[in-house]
């Protein structure tokens, strides 16, 4: 196929920067879809040791950044089901 390989890119050198970018992108997809499975919350990868863990993120603040509130000092609104 003519435009993906090695020697078209010699022949048409206009090609590099849309393969850099498409490269770029491809690598923040899995960068992103990686870090979604394994930061979020909502994600359980292991039940058996943490079957809720949820009830972690009571107490933790879970925004990003927040100039207006301090939530690491607020009580959540979650209701409590250990109890």
């Known amino acids: 196929m003519q435009g993906l390989g ?10 590099i920067p849309l393969y ?3 490269g ?7 960068y992103y ?3 979604l ?17 949820w009830q972690e993120y009571k107490e933790k603040q879970y925004k990003f950044y ?8 607020t009580k959540s609104a979650a209701p409590n089901f250990e109890e």
């Open 66 to 73: 927040s100039p207006v509130r301090d939530y690491s000092k």
């Open 20 to 22: 850099v970018c498409v």
């Open 6 to 15: 090695l020697q078209s890119l010699k022949k048409n050198p206009a090609l």
């Open 37 to 53: 499975a394994t930061r979020n919350p909502d994600v359980t990868w292991n039940r058996t040791s943490n079957p809720e863990p």
């Open 33 to 35: 879809m990686a870090r």
């Open 24 to 30: 770029a992108g491809a690598i923040g997809a899995v």
